[in-house]
């Protein structure tokens, strides 16, 4: 990887991304960093943030977080390769549901979900913005952004891993998966047979965009994919940086945003979210094409 590029992972929500980060900040420490919006003035992140960061670590290669999305204007003409995980639509629907319903006071109320467009298609605007997802499965073909699915963890976080510049014969990765939501099974599945159809329609970008990934994935048309025959088990244990990125992060570069490092960080409307009722939920649904 060029010296001058950084390695930016997008983390959707729900999709298995903090598994990916934390993988990233084990083997990069320090040179790895979930960007924050300096004073959390905005939602998300940009290049005048990783700058920021830098100058509190010049050795900053990789970006990851909610805050990013490759569809960013301020992002536009930056040397950055770009990557991002994908979850099957469905189930990360209705998993997005459940956080909402234990962090952000969302009423347990499926249909109210349903009706609300900002959650509708999140994988394929989240990558894409109000772009086309063709452009960005293009992209993926030729290798100028990297995408996986959460099926194909451990090759999308061994060509991760390439992308940051850790060498081939470390990048071999066996993950399980954190931060699952502890929600009801059943009542997940029950929603997901239920409302199969209104689900299916209300996700039909991500469907497309997973689709197509997932295609790519089986066909080995990825030329960017490491083929398994190529991985070399590592000899020897890999060093974990998790402590020196976390002490880096929560003494220096946490309070240099004017982040509370006590507190974790959270998307600025998240943090308006988490205060809302539920009767207030209610209210800005029903208003949300007026708003």
């Given at each position: 990887m060029q010296t001058n590029t950084i390695s930016a992972f997008c983390h959707i929500e729900k999709?298995?991304?903090t598994t990916i980060i934390q993988l990233l900040r084990a083997r990069l420490g320090c040179s790895h960093v979930d960007l924050?919006?300096?004073?959390?003035?905005?939602?998300?992140?940009g290049p005048s943030d990783l700058r920021y960061a830098r100058l509190t670590n010049p050795f900053v290669k990789s970006v990851a977080g909610?805050?990013?999305?490759?569809?960013?204007?301020?992002?536009?003409?930056?040397?950055?390769?770009?990557?991002?995980?994908?979850?099957?639509?469905?189930?990360?629907?209705?998993?997005?549901?459940?956080?909402f319903t234990r962090h952000m006071s969302f009423p347990n109320d499926f249909e109210l979900w349903l009706s609300w467009t900002d959650r509708r298609n999140?994988?394929?605007?989240?990558?894409?913005g109000d772009g086309s997802i063709d452009l960005a499965?293009?992209?993926?073909?030729?290798?100028?952004?990297?995408?996986?699915?959460?099926?194909?963890?451990?090759?999308?976080?061994?060509?991760?891993?390439?992308?940051c510049g850790v060498s081939n014969e470390?990048?071999?990765?066996?993950?399980?998966?954190?931060?699952?939501?502890?929600?009801?099974?059943?009542?997940?599945?029950e929603y997901l047979e239920r409302?199969?159809?209104?689900?299916?329609?209300?996700?039909?970008?991500?469907?497309?965009?997973?689709?197509?990934?997932?295609?790519?994935?089986?066909?080995?048309?990825?030329?960017?994919?490491?083929?398994?025959s190529n991985i070399v088990q590592p000899k020897t244990e890999q060093k974990d940086y998790t402590t020196s990125?976390?002490?880096?992060?929560?003494?220096?570069?946490?309070?240099?945003?004017?982040?509370n490092p006590l507190q974790t960080h959270g998307l600025k409307d998240y943090i308006q979210f988490a205060n809302w009722s539920p009767m207030q939920w209610r209210q800005f649904i029903e208003n949300q094409d007026v708003l």
């Amino acid at each position: 990887m060029q010296t001058n590029t950084i390695s930016a992972f997008c983390h959707i929500e729900k999709t298995g991304g903090t598994t990916i980060i934390q993988l990233l900040r084990a083997r990069l420490g320090c040179s790895h960093v979930d960007l924050i919006p300096f004073g959390n003035k905005s939602q998300f992140a940009g290049p005048s943030d990783l700058r920021y960061a830098r100058l509190t670590n010049p050795f900053v290669k990789s970006v990851a977080g909610h805050s990013i999305r490759p569809c960013g204007p301020q992002w536009a003409g930056a040397n950055v390769k770009w990557s991002a995980l994908l979850r099957n639509p469905s189930e990360r629907y209705v998993s997005d549901f459940f956080h909402f319903t234990r962090h952000m006071s969302f009423p347990n109320d499926f249909e109210l979900w349903l009706s609300w467009t900002d959650r509708r298609n999140f994988q394929a605007s989240s990558i894409a913005g109000d772009g086309s997802i063709d452009l960005a499965i293009e992209d993926y073909r030729k290798g100028k952004l990297l995408l996986g699915t959460l099926p194909n963890i451990n090759n999308f976080a061994s060509l991760l891993l390439l992308n940051c510049g850790v060498s081939n014969e470390k990048n071999n990765v066996e993950l399980g998966i954190t931060n699952k939501g502890f929600h009801g099974r059943s009542q997940a599945q029950e929603y997901l047979e239920r409302y199969a159809i209104e689900i299916r329609e209300n996700n039909k970008l991500d469907w497309s965009l997973y689709s197509a990934v997932s295609e790519i994935e089986c066909g080995n048309e990825n030329k960017s994919a490491i083929p398994q025959s190529n991985i070399v088990q590592p000899k020897t244990e890999q060093k974990d940086y998790t402590t020196s990125n976390k002490l880096w992060r929560n003494l220096i570069y946490k309070p240099a945003c004017l982040q509370n490092p006590l507190q974790t960080h959270g998307l600025k409307d998240y943090i308006q979210f988490a205060n809302w009722s539920p009767m207030q939920w209610r209210q800005f649904i029903e208003n949300q094409d007026v708003l």
